[in-house]
């Protein structure tokens, strides 16, 4: 066990128990410590029983309050406390279980908040797959976990003091020095095995990230998956993995629960020993010593589980220390919007770049360099350029999607700046080339909601996009569902999906990234003659490699080469 990464592990769990769960925390520790009190107590009434039984000579200073006790008393005050013990403890693993599974939840929810409250260019240099194992798994299932090992670390470690330092004035030296060399022997095996549980921490955190990438990529394109029988791959590639986490889980299972058999086997074979060595001394002399042995052999079963259970958390929280690391970075995440004035850009006329700079950060060649450009409320804009030249980045620069620092852009006469930058949405509609579909109905994915929808709207937009007819041949018409990701929709019913959502949600400013790819001639300009004819102060720009297209609807027509843009039309 590496000691120091777990003392890491030990501060980040710690370092989620906010104020509201503090309470929660030391209300579980005040438990532990009741219910390790009452054991204590049922261990010294136990040695007081075995006393008056064999009316040896051995005594205590904690069993003088209990000299006035017969037998038939020291029985029923054995009974109460153990059932005082019990009570204590059932509750007691009950909040614990209460406190895991609460903090695991909200750390969960914040590190959601905080994901889809950082910028665009964040979640480009992330792997939603990563962060849906990282939220779904390691968060929902593995911090649980981590939590309720910290508790019973805490409560063992309790459990372990209490007994080592209260049975010694309690029976003696000799359960006192046995309990001693009981935790010896487990520091031994901590240190052999902390490497072994470090490695198992890592396998089994990539394992779990395989799993989910291998679930995404072969569900996601089940097309390819079954044409090109990439199946066999990922059948191969998911059982290595799934092996992996089960290994790790195993191998976990066995570093934290064998040392308890070996050491309570190695304890009891001593004291086989010893008693069959002793016992042939004078009888009055053995006897007089079976209450202190007894006190050994009733400590020893105390002690281990204590012992035991320290251990088994320790090792618990090393193995799931990479995953415990994985969720701290989304839970330190900043899930607070920058201040915004709520600028009310509703009415924007025109929108002017004076000068804009800018490229991705991990890649310099990438870049759009805009000066002087100005867009008009009602114009038709075609964006052109070859692939990979910026055209897409400049629509997501000019939405407010990447703010660019330094950067001089107008809405009307307002600098848009990083205290308005959030109400420059409200301006945009964007239309990709593959809209995400919900599954969910027909109205939902339009609409985006389920509750006041505008159907006299719908059904005009539903019009204007070219659904009409597919609509009407659907027996629940705008309430059928159409599955996950759109799975029963082609190319060309996702994209006039996109185009519905897009004019229903209103905007002074569409967006339209290759957002009619998939569309044939026909209900191609059907569709942008429509839009033309009912949306009049609509002002569009249009990203396509289509030239017709572009030549046929467009007043005006910019083209990206090496990010640096030149008026074509």
């Known amino acids: 066990m590496d000691l120091k990464s777990n003392y890491h592990s030990i501060r980040t769990l710690l370092f989620f128990i ?134 019973n670390f805490f409560s063992s470690l309790i459990i372990l003091i209490i007994f080592i330092f209260g049975t010694f004035p309690l029976v003696g030296i000799y359960p006192f020095v046995v309990g001693i060399f009981v935790i010896f022997l487990y520091l031994i095996i901590l240190k052999a095995t902390k490497q072994k549980v470090k490695n198992l921490s890592k396998l089994s955190a990539s394992a779990i990230n395989k799993i989910n990438l291998i679930l995404k990529e072969s569900l996601a394109g089940i097309r390819e998956t079954i044409l090109y029988s990439l199946d066999k791959n990922y059948k191969k590639e998911i059982s290595m993995a799934t092996f992996d986490v089960m290994d790790a889980n195993v191998k976990s299972s066995l570093l934290s629960n064998y040392p308890r058999y070996f050491i309570e086997s190695l304890i009891f074979i001593v004291l086989a020993v010893f008693m069959i060595i002793f016992s042939g001394y004078k009888k009055e002399v053995f006897i ?29 929280i090393g193995t799931s220390s990479q995953s415990v690391y994985d969720v701290k970075i989304y839970f330190e995440l900043d899930s607070k919007k920058s201040v915004d004035t709520n600028a009310d850009f509703s009415d924007v006329k025109e929108i002017k770049i004076a000068s804009l700079k800018f490229h991705y950060p991990k890649n310099i060649n990438t870049q759009i360099i805009i000066n002087n450009l100005t867009l008009k409320s009602g114009e038709w804009v075609g964006v052109i350029g070859a692939s990979g030249s910026g055209k897409s980045t400049f629509l997501d620069v000019i939405s407010g999607l990447i703010f660019v620092q330094k950067s001089k852009i107008y809405f009307d006469k307002t600098l848009i700046e990083s205290c308005n930058v959030n109400s420059v949405k409200d301006v945009f ?21 389920v509750a006041d929808i505008d159907y006299k709207k719908m059904d005009k937009i539903i019009k204007i ?58 209900t191609k300009n059907k569709i942008f003659n429509k839009i033309k004819d ?36």
């Not at 009316?55 to 029923?76: A, D, I, R």
């Not at 996009?465 to 996702?494: F, H, I, R, T, W």
């Not at 030549?551 to 074509?568: A, E, M, P, Q, R």
Request: aromatic letters at 12%; proline letters at 2%.
């Open 18 to 151: 906010e104020k509201k769960w503090k309470f929660l925390f030391i209300v579980n520790i005040v438990l532990m410590f009741s219910a390790s009190f009452f054991e204590l107590f049922t261990l010294a009434v136990v040695f007081h029983l075995t006393t008056e039984l064999f009316q040896t000579s051995q005594s205590s200073s904690y069993l003088t309050q209990f000299e006035f006790l017969g037998v038939y008393e020291t029985s029923y005050l054995l009974i109460i406390s153990t059932m005082l013990s019990f009570l204590v403890r059932i509750v007691q693993i009950k909040q614990s279980v209460s406190f895991s599974e609460g903090i695991s939840r909200e750390i969960t929810n914040n590190s959601y908040f905080g994901i889809v409250s950082q910028p665009y260019l964040w979640h480009l240099g992330h792997s939603y797959t990563q962060i849906l194992s990282d939220l779904s798994v390691k968060s929902m299932r593995i911090l649980p976990g981590a939590f309720s090992s910290l508790l």
């Open 288 to 316: 007089d010593f079976l209450p202190e042995l007894g006190s050994i052999i009733l400590l020893t079963q105390k002690l281990l589980p204590s012992i035991q259970n320290v251990f088994k958390s320790f090792v618990s």
């Open 429 to 449: 509609v964007f239309i990709p080339q593959s809209s995400h579909i919900f599954n969910a109905s027909i109205s939902f994915n339009i609409s985006l909601s």
């Open 465 to 522: 996009a070219c659904l009409e007819e597919y609509v009407n041949s659907l027996k629940n018409k705008l309430d059928s569902k159409v599955g996950e990701d759109g799975s029963s929709l082609s190319g060309g019913l996702k994209q006039r999906i996109g185009i519905a959502r897009a004019l229903y949600r209103g905007g002074k400013v569409m967006l339209m990234d290759e957002a009619s790819s998939a569309l044939d001639e026909k």
């Open 534 to 569: 009912e949306y009049h102060d609509l002002l569009v720009i249009m990203v396509s490699h289509d030239l017709g297209l572009i030549n046929n609807y467009t007043d005006k027509v910019i083209k990206i080469s090496n990010g640096h843009l030149s008026f074509f039309k």
